[in-house]
């Protein structure tokens, strides 16, 4: 990002460059028809049950002053208000694991000082939100998001990390309260209320437990080997939604004599009962917050809005990644801005702020890169076997899907792109010379048209818009949702965590600490990233130590009762060590393999593999510097030789890479 002049000038450019294209954003979406409904649909499902869960975890720990009923018109609030006037429309903003953390801080505080309480809770967070959005709207002013770049992935993987291990937190706590009475059942007593309260925490253990097996299985299911291949695709973007409710209908087939209370469901007031009427008149309260307390609210406040401007800032630019390849500017400047507004209006009427969220951002990009993807891969295909069996020139059939491709590019942005700079990869294939009776190097259609296509997102406002008002039409459905039982979402909050961990490589470089020396070499026989073949082992060890240290530093601040809040400071901080502690103490190379940008993996490579290509690559004792030899025993390989009933397997090497491995050998022994 280019360094900004004075004040206003980030806003000021951010709008310019949005102008141009606000037009075609709606002209785009409206074009793209029923179609759109796809990544619509499977972006709202996304984006309505974590926010959910979060109103059931903010119920819990606010004394039921805020509940799912505001989580949801917060998130269908500033979805709407951004999706028509934000910078960047596949920004998807919800509430999220930090706003709750910080609520919860705040309500601490709150009841802990008697001229507040909890009757002006919602009226003093509501002057916290007006200080939040001032420093907000001063950030976005003076160009703040220049430092955008410094939010490296050391902060972005511990941060990721932190709200991992405090979802599986949650989890716990909530598994260990279903053993318990609640607030509303603690005037019962007696035997047969505790063998009750015992039945619901097993049940509680079973759903949970149900919903994170089933969920893990079905959010894979597009690799899996069975089911055509729609069915996959089904199944891997709404099998989690379907999950949560096939163990909501389940928990129905309980025994009748089993109390209504078993198991305990989600407590929920409809939309329209007083308890969530009261935060919409919170601004009339705001008058009987002491002076004192006003401008104490300032320090929360300057926690809140870096906690903001970093969540925000990070899922707005994983939405915006160079993969996806998106001809329209950035907004990060105006953004902000607009945050700080949609912060003063939530904070005004009771209602607890949205700010952009991790994965859902990203996952919106990508649903529009795929459904603008498959249609033009199938015309162009198309086009091509048409040729192909006209028996035409291979620049004849490069020709054709041209102008395919420009076609749909004009159709889909009026922008004008270089086509040749975007196809150089696919014309290279296509003109590549055929070589005798090889096949391999082969023009297919199928194969090379997805392989070199150029990524192409439908960037518009129309399915951002659509999700939101979508979310807003689920606070109909309250009576449904209170239907869900809250292990379900014990269950949703550990699928929540253990999901965020693959791609974090702090987590994998914690995994291979745990993995004696000796056996490092089955790390290179699976698809492993790259740090593990460019950086030394005893390097790899100690940048995760610093990592888990500084970790902990940061989980541990968050169990200070009121302290707590200034958590956010920590992140701020470390981006001051990458920049001067961190390459004192680090090789400058391994520091940027070990930091990148991107996440870079190798493909597998089983050292002891027969084939002759894997045994080019050599051992992978360089791993443990030579200090020790690849450990082996004698019940391992047993297990490897035999099947479960006991059976030898019989292994062969794949006749095409017998093949391939004799034409190796030929060439490289060919007399010259």
């Known amino acids: 990002m280019e360094s900004e002049g004075g004040p206003f000038k980030g806003i000021l450019r951010d709008i310019e460059g949005r102008r141009k294209c606000y037009k075609q954003d709606w002209i785009l979406g409206f074009k793209t028809g029923l179609r759109i409904l796809a990544p619509t649909c499977y972006i709202f499902f996304a984006s309505s049950l974590p926010v959910v869960a979060f109103g059931e975890q903010l119920s819990k720990h606010t004394g039921g002053a805020l509940s799912a ?132 925490g097993l049940l509680a253990v079973i759903f949970s437990l149900g919903l994170l097996i089933t969920a893990l299985k079905s959010r894979r299911a597009k690799s899996w080997k069975y089911g055509f291949g729609w069915l996959r695709s089904f199944i891997g973007d709404y099998g989690v939604p379907l999950m949560v409710l096939f163990w909501t209908a389940l928990s129905y087939t309980v025994p009748s004599k089993v109390p209504e209370s078993v198991p305990r469901r989600l407590f929920c007031p409809l939309p329209w009962e007083p308890a969530s009427l009261y935060h919409w008149t919170v601004i009339k309260d705001m008058g009987k917050v002491p002076v004192m307390y006003i401008f104490a609210g300032i320090i929360p406040a300057v926690m809140i809005a870096g906690l903001y401007f970093f969540d925000h800032s990070v899922a707005s630019q994983m939405a915006q990644q160079k993969e996806f390849n998106l001809k329209n500017p950035s907004s990060y400047h105006y953004d902000i801005f607009l945050l700080g507004l949609m912060t003063l209006i939530c904070g005004l009427l009771g209602l607890p702020p949205s700010n952009g969220v991790i994965p859902q951002a990203p996952m919106h990009t990508k649903s529009l890169a795929i459904l603008n993807r498959q249609l033009t891969r199938k015309k162009m295909a198309k086009s091509a076997k048409e040729g192909m069996k006209m028996k035409a020139s291979k620049s004849e059939i490069y020709g054709r899907m041209q102008t395919v491709f420009i076609a749909m590019e004009e159709k889909c942005s009026p922008q004008v792109c270089s086509v040749a700079a975007d196809l150089k990869d696919l014309k290279e294939v296509v003109m590549r010379p055929d070589q005798g009776g090889d096949t391999k190097g082969k023009f297919d259609p199928d194969v090379h048209i997805e392989a070199n296509l150029p990524v192409r997102v439908n960037e518009q406002r129309v399915s951002n818009l659509l999700q939101s008002v979508l979310v807003g039409l689920t606070l109909l459905a309250v009576p449904v949702i209170k239907m869900i039982p809250s292990s379900v979402l014990w269950g949703y909050f550990t699928y929540m965590a253990i999901d965020s961990l693959p791609g974090n490589q702090f987590w994998e470089r914690l995994l291979l600490l745990f993995i004696p020396q000796s056996r490092l070499f089955k790390v290179l026989e699976g698809v492993h990233a790259s740090f593990v073949e460019l950086v030394p082992y005893k390097v790899i060890v100690t940048f995760t130590l610093f990592q888990l240290v500084y970790f902990l ?120």
């Open 69 to 200: 009923v505001e989580t949801l018109a917060s998130t269908s609030l500033c979805g709407i208000i951004h999706a028509i006037f934000g910078g960047q429309p596949l920004l998807i903003l919800g509430v999220a694991e930090p706003t709750i953390m910080m609520y919860t801080y705040l309500y601490s505080f709150c009841i802990s000082r008697p001229d507040l309480g909890r009757e002006l809770y919602l009226a003093w967070v509501a002057w916290v939100c007006v200080w939040t959005a001032v420093f907000l709207i001063l950030l976005s002013i003076f160009n703040a998001c220049t430092i955008i770049t410094r939010f490296t992935r050391i902060a972005g993987e511990l941060f990721g990390m932190l709200i991992a291990v405090l979802f599986l937190q949650e989890a716990i706590k909530g598994l260990v309260s279903e053993f318990q009475s609640s607030e509303r059942e603690r005037h019962e007593s007696g035997e047969s209320n505790f063998l009750w309260l015992y039945t619901n």
């Open 553 to 672: 530093l940061c989980y541990g601040m968050t169990w200070i009762p009121v302290a707590g809040i200034f958590f956010p400071a920590l992140f701020f901080l470390l981006i001051s060590l990458r920049e001067h502690l961190l390459p004192k103490l680090f090789d400058p190379q391994h520091l940027q393999v070990l930091d990148a940008a991107d996440y870079e993996e190798i493909v597998a490579a089983p050292i002891h593999h027969s084939s002759f290509a894997y045994r080019k690559l050599g051992s992978s004792r360089h791993l443990s510097e030579g200090e020790e030899e690849d450990e082996f025993h004698d019940a391992e390989i047993l297990d490897e030789m035999t099947t479960s009933r006991g059976e030898i397997r019989i292994r062969t090497i794949s006749f095409k890479e017998a093949r391939l491995e004799s034409e190796e050998r030929r060439v490289t022994f060919e007399p010259r």
